[in-house]
């Protein structure tokens, strides 16, 4: 089967992402949203960022402007999944919305098409129950931010087929991404390794070891990571990283796995960091400093 038409779901950071990136690669996506503010917003985020390429000549004008040709903007999968060879859900990390969105993908895409979820966590078998098309449902899980990132987790459900793996495969390859294999445990691998760390860096924060600067500092100068824990917590959203906590919890029954209490209270507090402007740090727009949030300093 070729893919020539791709359907996204969702166009907050990840969504926009997604059809930045199949965009500028020659696929025809539609980009999807419940509400026009959205896809508007989606739309100037993706303009900027090819905006940015073409002052790096990282591409041409002309590859920006067949980029934004190749997105159209719709607020029902109805009106445009219908004729959609690969679907790429990016909606919010729960459950119930994606199973709802699957289930409605299965009655209005046609039988050849895959429907893939960029969930992070979310067990990949257990949504593809609500579909009548189980091989044909498989995970594409997309780093941020998704135009720069290479990786894709491409996750197997249990039923996936060899198929629709090779069809997806040859897709993020197209994509200049690299596709690694993993199969379907919570976490996936990715977010199994990195969540821990991350709760533990906040259970470091809470315990008084040390401060939010000291403990980013540790990980980025004594282990060479790109970015601080805490700091890449507040990227990637707390309300995200507690979301992923959980279903690691209840997916294996582990304590090692459960949220630290200060991750439980900045959420429903609404410090979700980068997307609330305040978590660990604070975060002002256009600004590249970081101030730490001052409900961490020391008294």
Do not use: W
């Amino acid at each position: 089967m070729s893919v020539k038409n791709i359907t996204v779901i969702g166009s907050g950071t990840m969504g926009n992402g997604i059809a930045h990136v199949c965009a500028q690669h020659g696929y025809s996506v539609s980009l999807v949203d419940i509400a026009q503010i959205a896809l508007d917003k989606a739309v100037l985020t993706i303009t900027k960022n090819l905006d940015r390429q073409v002052q790096r000549n990282a591409i041409t004008e002309a590859v920006k402007i067949q980029t934004l040709g190749n997105i159209k903007t719709f607020t029902s999968v109805r009106d445009c999944a219908p004729t959609a060879d690969l679907v790429i859900e990016a909606a919010s990390e729960n459950f119930n919305i994606k199973e709802k969105i699957f289930r409605e993908l299965d009655e209005i895409c046609a039988p050849h098409c895959i429907l893939a979820s960029n969930t992070s966590s979310i067990s990949i078998t257990r949504i593809a129950a609500a579909t009548k098309r189980a091989d044909k449902v498989i995970g594409m899980h997309f780093m941020n931010p998704v135009p720069v990132m290479k990786l894709i987790e491409v996750i197997r459900g249990y039923a996936t087929s060899d198929t629709t793996t090779q069809i997806v495969f040859e897709v993020s390859k197209a994509l200049t991404k690299i596709p690694v294999e993993v199969n379907d445990y919570p976490g996936f691998v990715a977010n199994r390794i990195l969540m821990p760390m991350i709760n533990e860096s906040i259970y470091s924060l809470y315990e008084g070891v040390a401060g939010v600067e000291e403990i980013d500092t540790v990980m980025k100068l004594g282990m060479a990571h790109p970015m601080g824990p805490l700091q890449l917590a507040d990227f990637i959203g707390l309300d995200v990283c507690l979301a992923i906590l959980k279903v690691l919890h209840e997916g294996f029954g582990n304590p090692k796995y459960a949220p630290c209490p200060l991750l439980v209270n900045m959420v429903t507090a609404g410090y979700l960091g980068v997307k609330s402007g305040e978590g660990f740090y604070k975060h002002e727009a256009g600004s590249k400093e970081l101030i730490v949030s001052t409900m961490f300093l020391k008294k």
